[in-house]
């Protein structure tokens, strides 16, 4: 890929969340062929392309919602939701927007320019990170890196979208991934090439690039034979959608000895206290140690979101791969969140550790939900799980539904829970050497979650230790 | 310095302390002793305004302010400092972080300026060589997997660095053998000054002993009974709480 073309995406990319001319032009509600024709139209797609998606309707059309997680909420529409909708109205300056939320950008020190690029807010060109852009994007392409929009890559680089995308999380995996593959509006593509080590976190000096696309977004990300790539998806700072239902999907591919982390800070909107407005969050998370020696490791913060249902996995297939998955999970007002991980080990010497730590506040709901299954040739798997639980005051709850599997007697699985209160004692302890209550509930709060952050990369764990403050305020009453 | 008034208070709607009267004087190390359930923890959560207890009637005053208005964080800005009888767990909260942020309150409520990692480092080394306590104290989850002693030795780590002017320690012997006992105490004794009050809650004579407190006063069914000096101890050693009774 050249300079130019390099060039072109990363601005047209840039355009994308923010620009007042992208045209408006909105489906009816309602799911049908014609819906998905108009979006593949929209998207200027390939017949092939088109073709995926409406066979994955049809499947989408016969699978049933599941309901085994425990989270409760109103039944969803899928024929009242709107699959390509008009840009959102974005305001015209920061004065129309909520103060509570300006507030939070204030604490988490997100700069003015980002808090009008977040708010859809139009800016100046001069935006310093687009010449910062420039000089990543060069970087990039001299080390053949390709980094776009899946709408680019279904279109640019069709041989390797159709060879790696539904490879790992298929078509009909289930219900919402079905409905993903079928109505998906855009995502991220990567691709690391043989031996390329990538020399910086993806996404940092991007982000801006999920706004608008966040509904059924869809990425894929593959690391050639013994590469590294560290992706970090979201961020702190809050985000609203007017578009309740959220679906994404994310597919991550590791060939032999390559690397892949993969970091999410998920901070959309939580809804009320009762539990109104806020969106519902089911996504499909899975990567694939295809080769030798390879390995997934997912981190994630999930404070947003009034349902999240969300396991991101790994399939261990190469000898000797290596899972991992860091979780914190917050849940406050009256969130629920029904999170985890699935560890399949299918290669000889397989190893994985899960360390989840759930936090629940006010009324807030947080189930831990994995399941570690070592299939028959794995001989000398090993896994390791630690799910701890947080509770603060006492309307909240937290539950754990471990399933652990093993079809080889050479395995070895370990797992721990517990489960604990942040209790009147400890609390007073930190207030009587002089520590303020906020301040004592925070250091608590952070101890409980050490192991999980310090496996963020540095600029990322900065924001996600400043969130979980914000998250918090107020949760002790 | 600290002055208690005609105290009633509460635990559980019980009451527990019946009017208590006592007067803490600056510079000099006060005693309580007394039977099982005659008050003595609760007159100490309640200097420090502990969740459990509800005040009825009376005042404590502080440097002419009135304890009972502030929030415990405040008493503790204040100067005033208990010695936990059986100090909480915190686990993944790193020991010397948690010290660090309370001396930096307390600087900070004070105006001075705070200590930044590596002076914080350097003062809680020293202090833990004189108490004779690991190293590892620096990098240990607060009180988490502490022995009784190690316990009771955090918490006067926490008195010698924070330097409160008001320092109650509730029952800061029990459960201690002798080394850390002898290792307490001269921490106690090293704090002594004419600024700094000391109420030492105890059972037994023991540590008294060792720290030599300028007055005794006996608390029985939530009043302070008698107050004598530091013979009394004996005198109680000797012949039990019912010297008191016969009087």
Redesign the interface.
């Known amino acids: 890929m050249s300079q130019s073309e390099v060039d072109k995406i990363v601005n047209q990319e840039y355009k994308l969340g923010f620009s007042t001319d992208i045209e408006s032009d909105t489906v009816p509600p309602g799911l049908n062929e014609e819906t998905i024709k108009f979006i593949s139209n929209k998207k200027d797609e390939p017949e092939w392309m088109l073709d995926l998606r409406i066979k994955a309707l049809h499947k989408w059309e016969k699978m049933k919602e599941p309901h085994w997680a425990h989270l409760n909420y109103k039944p969803i529409d899928y024929q009242a939701i709107s699959y390509f909708s008009e840009p959102k109205q974005a305001p015209d300056s920061l004065e129309e927007v909520d103060p509570k939320i300006l507030e939070t950008y204030e604490k988490l020190g997100i700069p003015l320019e980002e808090q009008k690029m977040l708010q859809g807010i139009a800016v100046d060109a001069v935006f310093d990170s687009v010449s910062v852009k420039t000089t990543f994007s060069k970087t990039l392409n001299d080390l053949g890196i390709i980094f776009c929009s899946i709408s680019e890559a279904i279109k640019d680089y069709p041989e390797l979208v159709k060879k790696y995308m539904y490879s790992v999380v298929p078509m009909t995996d289930n219900y919402y991934a079905a409905l993903n593959s079928a109505v998906f509006t855009d995502g991220t593509f990567v691709y690391i090439p043989k031996g390329v080590r990538c020399p910086m976190e993806l996404s940092t000096y991007f982000r801006i690039n999920a706004i608008g696309t966040g509904q059924f977004e869809r990425t894929l990300i593959v690391a050639d034979e013994d590469s590294y790539v560290s992706y970090n998806e979201g961020c702190s700072a809050p985000q609203r959608d007017e578009n309740q239902l959220h679906a994404a999907v994310v597919e991550l591919v590791a060939l032999k000895g390559a690397e892949i982390k993969y970091s999410t800070i998920q901070n959309w909107y939580p809804g009320d206290e009762n539990g109104d407005g806020g969106i519902y969050n089911f996504v499909t998370k899975r990567g694939i140690c295809k080769g030798d020696h390879s390995k997934i490791s997912w981190t994630q913060v999930e404070t947003g979101s009034s349902i999240t249902w969300k396991y991101p996995s790994c399939i261990l297939e190469g000898d000797n791969s290596v899972g991992e998955f860091y979780s914190v999970a917050i849940t406050t007002l009256a969130q629920q969140a029904d999170t985890g991980t699935k560890m399949i080990h299918r290669g000889k010497n397989t190893s994985s550790t899960i360390i989840s730590k759930g936090i629940s506040a006010l009324k807030g709901q947080n189930s831990y939900r994995g399941l570690v299954r070592i299939e028959n040739d794995a001989e000398n798997s090993r896994n390791f799980s630690e799910c701890d639980s947080l509770l603060i005051g006492s309307h909240c709850g937290a539950h754990t539904y471990p399933y652990l599997e093993s079809a080889n007697e050479s395995a070895q699985i370990e797992h721990e829970a517990t489960t604990s209160k942040i209790s009147d004692e400890q609390l007073f302890y930190l207030r009587q050497r002089g520590v303020n209550e906020e301040d004592a509930v925070s250091m608590i709060v952070h101890g409980f979650c050490k192991d999980v952050l310090n496996q963020l990369p540095m600029e990322f764990a900065v924001e996600a230790r400043e969130l979980l403050n914000i998250t918090l305020e107020g949760s002790v009453g | 310095m600290l002055e208690i008034k005609n105290l009633k208070a509460q635990i559980e709607n019980k009451e527990i302390l019946k009017g208590l009267n006592l007067k803490l004087e600056k510079g000099k190390v006060h005693a309580i002793m007394g039977p099982n359930g005659a008050g003595k923890s609760t007159l100490s959560k309640t200097i420090?305004g502990?969740?459990e207890v509800k005040v009825t009637d009376g005042e404590i005053l502080f440097d002419d302010k009135n304890v009972l208005d502030m929030?415990?964080?405040e008493?503790?800005?204040n100067g005033i400092?208990?010695s936990?009888q059986n100090?909480?767990e915190?686990?993944?909260?790193?020991n010397a972080?948690?010290?660090r942020?309370?001396l930096n309150?307390?600087r900070k409520?004070e105006g001075k300026e705070e200590l930044n990692a590596a002076e914080f480092l350097k003062l809680m080394k020293s202090h833990l060589e004189q108490l004779g306590m690991k190293k590892d104290m620096i990098q240990r989850?607060l009180n988490e997997g502490f022995s009784g002693g190690e316990k009771k030795r955090n918490e006067i780590l926490?008195m010698e660095i924070?330097e409160p002017k008001v320092v109650i320690l509730d029952e800061i012997d029990s459960g201690l053998d002798i080394d850390a006992l002898k290792a307490v105490s001269e921490g106690i004794n090293r704090l002594k000054s004419e600024d700094r009050t000391f109420l030492v809650i105890t059972h037994y004579s023991r540590i008294l002993d060792y720290i030599k407190p300028d007055y005794i006063h006996v608390l029985q069914d939530g009043k302070i009974v008698k107050t004598g000096g530091y013979d009394l101890v004996h005198a109680l050693e000797a012949e039990g709480y019912k010297i008191i009774d016969e009087e």
């Open positions: 420090v502990h969740y929030e415990p964080e008493r503790a800005l400092f208990l936990f100090p909480v915190v686990p993944g909260v790193n972080y948690f010290l942020n309370a309150a307390k409520f989850s926490q924070l």
